[in-house]
């Protein structure tokens, strides 16, 4: 997995149908842990509920749902489609219904459960996350403006810069732009700036 698409912070909103309540609430989740804990809020913050449903995708594959008491495939499975065809992952939804008096049927559950989770995907805004590569520079201070320079042609973002008696910044890059950059520097400096590789991890860029 080169990237994928998750959120960057906690949403949600309702609609009323025939008289219920529903309420989608998301919330961004890296462990099965943190998706039990967010779930768990949300069930004691509406203790009061008539159904608090779930569902969750994370990046290892894990996908896990419930229908908290409707019929069994009316709720938890909508919601994970949702999630899907949205093309999201460590995300956790819950729907919280309050029974208005009209049941639904099951086609009208499923309708409604899907918009649940889709409201509250809506209500989110959408994370890029990509391979990326942090990169260590030490330079004279002559370079220092030179590389500065370039640093905006490329999908990067610096992290660091130290001025002691040599410069040396970490700048973090998008995974593929690492080659071009590191060939371009040795060029530029006569291979007296070599960047060095400190670590790659998945992470975001405002741009994106």
């Known amino acids: 997995m080169q990237e994928y698409t998750t959120i960057y912070d906690r949403a949600e909103d309702s609609f009323i149908e025939r008289k219920s309540e529903f309420i989608g609430h998301i919330a961004p989740v890296e462990t099965e842990e943190e998706a039990l804990a967010f779930i768990a809020e949300i069930k004691k913050k509406h203790h009061d509920a008539t159904h608090n449903t779930h569902a969750y995708i994370l990046r290892n594959g894990v996908k896990r749902y419930s229908d908290d008491g409707e019929p069994q495939g009316t709720a938890g499975v909508p919601m994970l489609d949702c999630i899907e065809k949205e093309g999201l992952v460590d995300v956790a939804v819950v729907v ?56 905006p042609q490329y999908t990067c973002r610096v992290e660091d810069t130290d001025f002691g008696a040599v410069v040396t910044m ?39």
């Open 96 to 151: 919280t219904r309050y029974f208005g008096g009209i049941l639904l049927g099951a086609g009208g559950l499923v309708r409604a459960y899907s918009h649940g989770a889709k409201i509250a995907v809506d209500a989110a805004k959408r994370k890029l996350m990509t391979t990326c590569t942090l990169l260590s520079l030490e330079m004279d201070y002559s370079f220092y403006g030179k590389i500065n320079y370039i640093l």
């Open 170 to 208: 970490k700048v973090l890059f998008k995974q593929d732009q690492v080659e071009k950059f590191v060939k371009e520097v040795t060029e530029l400096s006569a291979a007296l700036v070599v960047p060095q590789v400190l670590e790659e991890r998945f992470d975001h860029f405002a741009a994106q």
